[in-house]
């Protein structure tokens, strides 16, 4: 029994206490500050500096007492790069990048506790990445450098420490990072004030209107209120036009199936990896903690007046109290504007992997996802450990693999979103148990499973198998559930790649 082990049981009882009585996790922790820069070449025109500190601060969430928070604050220091504040909320800028960009991003840590920054979605090297091992001290700074390779899409950043990510997300550290390319700039897509990137969260709120962070261990923290961008009873004010909207879910736990209620289509044209083949209708998207999907939004045929609710629609099965009717956000159709984009019939090609060009294709890493008696919730077999990396959990930098997830043991079966470091994949395809099925028909039909993925739900009976070309860059990355519930509870764990 190592000192990562009895730190994990420590924290199981301290969290189980905490769920009880309501309260927040205490947590402390020593740590040793590091600091890394790798020097590249690169065009000057394509280097982008930006200083990115997180810090306490105060909001006007809610009517009334000002809520405490923790935000990033940026400020671009060189380059090109893009930095919206977010109006009003606790959220951090959107950063809008291009592909062939080079970050340099200095991090300072001004929370009081350590952390570490994530780039969700984003193919960086190991060191890059945000594992927990890098995680600085209060006063500390870490320094990123790294190349975009992926494709234009909607990524997202937030701290990744040990045990403390629900935590230091809930208090608000997350930001969008949009990725722009030649090749979607080709596409007649909405843009400027027409492409609007949306985060949904919920939150609870004590009588000084401050967050609370009581959970369930199963079926994570649910709070009472919906915010979108940090805003409750959000209203977006729309003119009578067509609308790029990048939903991202930045709940620690909550699973949304967002339908609009007067009957507008979901047309979607993008997922975590950006854009899809072609547009394609759903009745309904599922949207679990970490996933992002792009709609295309039409309102041109909407008199001015018009208001539409975008709502997450009852499904069943996920885990506790997760699947209620939620009115999530408005819509209002405010003026009249003209509007010259047709939605394009193609978007841009998604080539599909074969499984037969897989390494392994007949033999698959398997990992079970689960909560068991004594370990908690672990993950191929067992918590999150630091250092340690299972014999299936190697793989050789470049290689395309076939990854097998199931979520059929266990104690209690509940939903999980899966989600991999560093690379966009493809689902293959899905399984479900006998049992499983009636509680599958609720979501099923809003998966999203066309196009590039990093994080992907999975309900109870749910098998699901995925083909991954493994990231260039050799070194220890990721994979775990998004709940970041059962994330800090040690549903999480390495994987590691070799030149
Ligand atoms: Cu958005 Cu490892 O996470
Ligand atoms: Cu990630
Ligand atoms: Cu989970």
């Known amino acids: ?37 790798i020097p590249l070449a690169v065009e000057e025109q394509a280097l982008q500096r930006i200083d990115l500190i997180q ?12 809520t405490n928070v923790w935000r990033y604050v940026g400020a671009v220091r060189a380059g090109s790069v893009g930095l919206q504040t977010v109006p009003g909320s606790y959220l951090g800028p959107t950063i809008r990048a291009r592909q062939g960009d080079l970050m340099r991003i200095r991090l300072y840590n001004q929370i009081g506790e350590e952390s570490i920054t994530h780039w969700h979605g984003l193919d960086v090297p190991a060191d890059m990445d945000g594992h927990p091992e890098h995680v600085v001290a209060h006063n500390q700074t870490y320094d990123y450098e790294f190349p975009i390779l992926n494709r234009a899409g909607t990524y997202w950043y937030h701290p990744h420490p040990d045990m403390r990510t629900g935590q230091q997300v809930l208090n608000g550290l997350a930001g969008f990072f949009i990725v722009h390319d030649d090749e979607e700039d080709q596409l007649p897509l909405p843009r400027g004030p027409q492409d609007v990137p949306l985060c949904i969260q919920d939150r609870s709120f004590d009588a000084a209107n401050q967050f609370t962070y009581a ?36 709940s620690n736990s909550r699973i949304y199936k967002l339908a609009f209620n007067d009957g507008t289509p979901l047309v979607v044209i993008g997922t975590d990896g950006g854009l899809i ?4 209708e759903y ?22 007046g018009h208001q539409a609710t975008l709502q997450s629609l009852a499904f069943s099965g996920a885990g506790g109290a997760q699947g209620g009717l939620l009115n999530v956000m408005r819509v209002s159709v405010d003026r009249a504007e003209a509007e010259t984009l047709a939605l394009p019939q193609t978007l841009t090609p ?35 450990n630091m250092t340690v990396v299972a014999v299936n959990e190697r ?9 097998q997830i199931t979520n059929t043991t266990g104690m209690q079966v509940v939903a999980h979103p899966v989600h991999f470091h560093g690379r966009q994949f493809q689902i293959l395809d899905r399984a479900v148990t006998a049992g499983g099925l009636a509680n599958w028909e609720t979501v ?24 991954v070309r493994h990231s260039a860059y050799a070194g220890k990355f990721l994979y775990h559930c998004h709940n970041l519930v059962h994330e800090d509870m040690g549903m999480m764990r390495n994987f590691q790649l070799l030149a």
Not at 6 to 30: E, I, K, N, Q, T
Not at 228 to 248: E, K, Q, W
Not at 357 to 377: C, E, H, L, R
Not at 444 to 467: A, I, N, S
Request: glycine content about 8%; aromatic content about 10%.
């Open 1 to 37: 029994m190592n000192a990562r082990h009895s730190s994990r049981r420590d924290f199981l009882a301290a969290c189980a206490a905490a769920a009880v009585a309501g309260a927040a996790v205490p947590f402390a922790r020593a740590g040793a500050p590091s600091s890394k820069r």
């Open 55 to 66: 810090a306490p601060t105060q909001v006007q969430v809610r009517a009334g007492l000002k």
């Open 215 to 250: 959970f369930n261990m199963m079926a994570g923290f649910l709070g009472t209120t919906l915010l979108v961008n940090g805003r409750p009873d959000y209203v977006l004010s729309v003119a009578t036009r067509a609308y790029r909207l990048r939903l991202l879910n930045g």
């Open 277 to 280: 083949d072609a547009p394609r």
């Open 283 to 304: 009745p309904y998207v599922i949207l679990s903690p970490g996933e992002r999907v792009d709609l295309w939004a039409d309102f041109r045929g909407r008199p001015v």
């Open 350 to 384: 998604v080539r599909r992997y074969r499984l037969q060009d897989a390494v392994n294709a007949a033999n698959p890493k398997t990992y079970p996802i689960n909560f068991q008696m004594g370990s908690g919730f672990t993950l191929n077999g067992a918590p999150f």
């Open 395 to 403: 793989a050789t930098c470049g290689t395309l693999e076939l990854i």
């Open 444 to 467: 099923r039909q809003g998966y999203v499973d066309v196009g590039w993925k990093d994080t992907f739900l999975m309900m109870p009976g749910e098998t699901v198998r995925l083909l």
